[in-house]
């Protein structure tokens, strides 16, 4: 079997090539940068804007199955750049289905939408509950849901789809929060004395996945045999981020002082969010491997590494 993935340069593309090369594929990919740290990989650098690019990879790749990570995928990305948003997470999606259609009609193909999708909700969400996206990423992500749909239908691509959570894990831009917090932890703990970090808003409760198990979780979705079925991902806990930062900060040997920063300070509008994810536990047997609090351990100790080195 071989792979083809777009954004396979991003965060989650290194951790799905190792787990759909240990499950015996060939992977290749594709990404804007103009090289891939990723070792054994058939790697083309291309825009995933450019339908001829995006044709022409398909055609001569002759994939057997096809994933695209590429996206804008912060939501406060997506406020800052909702026209580029549009651009990627739906135009992009549109050309690959395009070339899909022309050159890879038997291959299977994954799309990543986001719980974003989903009608703010406070508590669990399941794959029942309505989607009214509220933010230009997730309105990227309803489009190219919808979008899905569409050419599943018309053109009858095996597209399977699925709805993730929130995941994080070494490799993270620290843009992200739980990275944010690692990172800063490590610094001080590396400079050996007493300092601050850094915060927005730790009120809100969600659900974080360690992105080993969503790289697992995309291979059997991948796998499975109803391509009309969607899925979401997630551990099926939330944690309040306080907790998590409490818990990262407990790893220290030096004093933490918690700092409010205006500037990262944003309400939350939703408390809690928890995915359901009963239906992929019952459909597939997937279940999470890692406990978050696992996952912020081993990215402080890499940044604390980092830090030493």
């Excluded at 594709?30 to 450019?50: A, F, N, Q, R, W």
């Amino acid at each position: 079997m071989k792979a083809l993935i777009f954004g396979i340069g991003g965060f989650v593309g290194r951790y799905l090539t190792d787990e759909l090369r240990s499950h015996g594929y060939e992977v290749a990919g594709s990404d804007i940068m103009d090289e891939c740290s990723l070792h054994d990989v058939e790697y083309t650098k291309g825009d995933l804007l450019d339908p001829a690019f995006v044709d022409g990879l398909v055609d001569s790749t002759k994939p057997d199955a096809i994933i695209n990570l590429a996206a804008i995928s912060s939501v406060g990305a997506s406020w800052k750049i909702p026209q580029t948003t549009i651009q990627v997470n739906v135009v992009g999606a549109l050309n690959i289905l395009e070339a899909a259609g022309k050159h890879a009609r038997n291959a299977k193909i994954l799309f990543i939408g986001s719980s974003e999708e989903y009608c703010a909700k406070s508590g669990t969400i399941s794959e029942t509950d309505p989607i009214s996206a509220n933010n230009p990423y997730g309105i990227s992500k309803v489009a190219q849901e919808q979008f899905v749909e569409c050419y599943r239908s018309r053109f009858g691509l095996k597209i399977h789809y699925v709805r993730p959570f929130n995941h994080t894990g070494v490799g993270q831009r620290d843009s992200f929060v739980l990275p944010s917090f690692c990172k800063q932890a490590a610094s001080i703990e590396a400079a050996g004395e007493p300092g601050e970090i850094h915060v927005g808003n730790l009120t809100a409760k969600r659900d974080f996945s360690d992105v080993r198990d969503v790289a697992r979780a995309y291979r059997m979705i991948l796998e499975s045999d109803d391509d009309r079925v969607i899925f979401n991902v997630g551990s099926g806990e939330a944690h309040g981020l306080d907790e998590m930062l409490e818990y990262i900060v407990s790893l220290c040997s030096v004093d933490v002082k918690i700092v409010v920063d205006e500037e990262r300070y944003r309400p939350i509008d939703t408390p809690i969010v928890q995915c359901d994810n009963s239906l992929i536990r019952e459909k597939l047997g997937w279940a999470p491997e890692y406990s978050i609090f696992d996952t912020l351990k081993e990215m402080y100790e890499y940044y604390l590494k980092n830090e030493q080195a």
